[in-house]
C-alpha cells in the first residue's frame, strides 16, 4: 500500500536490511510489486549472511505452513559486514547452526568451524569473517548449479524437514528448528543404517554446543507432526526427499514415507 501511495516504480530498489525475516519479506516484495524491481540486501544477523541473504529464495508462512507463499528472485545486491551481526544476542548462534549444515553436507570447512567452534562462539571477528566467506561461497556453488530449486539445491534442507514441524509446533527461532531437525534427521539416518553411530554423535555435539542440550532433549506429539507434515508435503504424495548423510562431505537423495520419518519420534 505504501508502495503504490508514495508512487514507486519498477526501476526503484527495494532494500532489505536486517535478519532473514526482513530480507524474505524484502525478496517477496520486488519479486511481487509491478511484476519485479530491484532488489538489494544488507543482511545483519549471522543466520541471514550465511544463508538466507544468499540465492534468491523468499518465503512467506500461511495456514500454518512454513514457506508456503514464495517466490525466487535473485538480488541484485548483497553486502555482507561481519562486524554488523556481532552485537547480536544469544541468538548470533543459530547462525553457526546454519553455516554448520552446509560444512556437514559439502565437507570443506567442517573440520575448521570444529576446531574454532569457541572462538566463533566468542565472534572473534577474523575467523567469522572466514567462516562467512566459505559459507557463502559453498552456498552459491550449490545455488549457480540449481538456482531454481530442482535437484542438488534440496540438499540445503538437511534438518528442515523435521525442523520446520519443531518450529511450527514449538513456536523456537528457525535456526534453533533447524539445528533440533538436524540431529532428528541424523539420528533417523542412524536408525535406517546409513550413518555411523561416530558421525550421528560428532554432529549432535556440536549443534549441541550451538543451540544447547535442553532443546535437543525437547521432544514433540508424533500425531501432531504427521498432520503439519502431511498438510506441507501435500501435493508431493506421502514420499519426502530427503538428502540422507553417509559421512562428513558425503550424502546421497533418498524418498521416505512421512510415517517411517516420524518413527524416530517415538
Ligand atoms: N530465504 C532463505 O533462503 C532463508 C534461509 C534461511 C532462513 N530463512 C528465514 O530467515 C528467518 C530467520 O532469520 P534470522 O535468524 O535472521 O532471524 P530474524 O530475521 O527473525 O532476526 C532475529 C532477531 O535479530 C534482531 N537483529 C537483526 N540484526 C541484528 C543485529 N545486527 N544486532 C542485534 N540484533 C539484530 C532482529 O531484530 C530480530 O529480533 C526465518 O523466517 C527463516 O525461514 C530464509
Redesign the pocket.
Known amino acids: 500500500e505504501k508502495l503504490v501511495d508514495e508512487g514507486f516504480s519498477k526501476k526503484d530498489t527495494i532494500v532489505g536490511i ?5 530480507t ?1 519479506l524484502a525478496g517477496f516484495i520486488a519479486s511481487t510489486f509491478k511484476r519485479g524491481t530491484k532488489l538489494e540486501f544488507y543482511p ?2 549471522l ?2 549472511q550465511v ?2 541473504s544468499i ?1 534468491g ?3 512467506l508462512n500461511f495456514k500454518g505452513i ?2 508456503m507463499i514464495g517466490t525466487v528472485k535473485m538480488p541484485d545486491r548483497v553486502m555482507i559486514d561481519p562486524v ?2 556481532i ?3 544469544e ?1 548470533f548462534d ?1 547462525g553457526l547452526v ?1 553455516a554448520f549444515k552446509i560444512f556437514v553436507l559439502f565437507g570443506d570447512g567442517y573440520h575448521e568451524f570444529k576446531e574454532k567452534i569457541d572462538d566463533l562462539k566468542k565472534r572473534k571477528l577474523k575467523i567469522l569473517l572466514d567462516l562467512i566467506k566459505k559459507a557463502v561461497e559453498l552456498k552459491l556453488k550449490v545455488v549457480e548449479r540449481d538456482p531454481n530449486d530442482e535437484g542438488i539445491r534440496h540438499s540445503l534442507n538437511f534438518g528442515h524437514t523435521l525442523g520446520h514441524v519443531f518450529e511450527a509446533i514449538k513456536k523456537l ?3 534453533i528448528c533447524v539445528g533440533w531437525g538436524m540431529v532428528k534427521e541424523m539420528e533417523f539416518f542412524r536408525m535406517k543404517g546409513f550413518v555411523s553411530d561416530e558421525m550421528v554423535d560428532d554432529v549432535e555435539e556440536t549443534v549441541g554446543n550451538l543451540i544447547g542440550d535442553d532443546i535437543l532433549k525437547m521432544s514433540i506429539d508424533v500425531e501432531e507432526a504427521f498432520e503439519y507434515l502431511r498438510n506441507d508435503k501435500k501435493g508431493s504424495g506421502d514420499l519426502v526427499r530427503m538428502p540422507v548423510i553417509h559421512d562428513v562431505g558425503r550424502f546421497e537423495f533418498k524418498s521416505f514415507r512421512l510415517r517411517e520419518i516420524l518413527e524416530v519420534l517415538s
Open positions: 536486517g535478519g532473514g525475516s526482513v524474505d545483519t544477523t543466520l541471514s544463508d538466507a540465492g529464495k523468499n518465503g512454513k514457506n554488523v551481526p552485537s547480536m544476542d541468538r543459530e546454519e527461532p528457525h535456526g
